[in-house]
């Protein structure tokens, strides 16, 4: 047997015991409706730049002129996280948005970055239980 063959037969093998019931799948949908639905109604508000979202950017020392850049790559990384086969690559982008929005959070002493991580923690989850690829490649264990 060949190293591509063994490892395709490797692969195979982990997906398909790390198969999903629809609870689960569900569960991971929830969970990740959470975050993405978060992110979505922040984006809608950095597009329209309503007006408690420009006075805010002050504040967290961005220049106004981000706002609507900031706003569609948001928007984007949550279109790119929904896709079942871009969505790992969507996790990326919007743990890489939370992790910016924690860190200048956490540099201003706003204590809301609790909620940034935790959203973070929800776009993996949902991912982790919705997506068999994910599952196999960190399995839990009893």
Known sequence: MSAV???AAITQAAATSARASKKMVWSGRVVSAIPVLLMLFSAVLKLLKVAPVVQGFPRYGYPESQI???G???LLSCVV?????TAVLGAILMTGYLGGATA???RIG???YVMTVLLGVF???GL?????????????RR
């Open 128 to 140: 982790f239980f919705r997506d068999a690829r994910l599952r196999a490649l960190l399995p839990l």
């Open 104 to 106: 200048t959070n956490v």
């Open 110 to 112: 706003d204590p809301s």
């Open 5 to 7: 063959t063994q490892s």
């Open 68 to 70: 609507v850049m900031i």
């Open 123 to 125: 776009v993996w989850g």
């Open 72 to 74: 569609v790559f948001e």
């Open 81 to 85: 996280y929904l896709i079942p086969s």
